[in-house]
C-alpha cells in the first residue's frame, strides 16, 4: 500500500490487498457504509436535516470509522 500527502491537504491511498485479508476488508468497508447509508435516508424524514453526502464520502467516512475502530482495539489491547 502507498499513503501520500496530496498538495491540497489530502491524502491518498492506493495498493492491492489479495485474497482473505482484502474480502476482510471489503465486507468491513461494506458493513459500514450501509449503516451509513441508512442513516443519511433517516436524515430525509421530516425534521431531519438531510445529509447529502456522496457515494465517494459515505465510503472515505467509512474507511475513517473502520481506522477509528481499529486504533481504539489496538489501544485496549495494549491496557491489557
Known amino acids: 500500500l502507498q499513503l501520500r500527502d496530496e498538495t491540497d491537504g489530502m491524502s491518498s491511498l492506493s495498493g492491492k490487498i489479495g485474497g482473505d485479508s ?12 450501509a449503516r451509513l447509508r441508512a442513516d443519511d ?8 436535516t438531510p445529509n447529502r453526502r456522496t457515494q465517494e464520502q459515505r465510503e472515505a467516512d467509512a474507511f475513517f470509522i473502520l481506522a477509528d475502530r481499529v486504533d481504539e482495539a489496538l489501544s485496549e489491547w495494549r491496557t491489557r
Open 22 to 33: 482484502g474480502a476482510a476488508l471489503l465486507h468491513a468497508l461494506g458493513r459500514i457504509t
Open 41 to 48: 435516508m433517516r436524515s430525509f424524514l421530516p425534521g431531519a
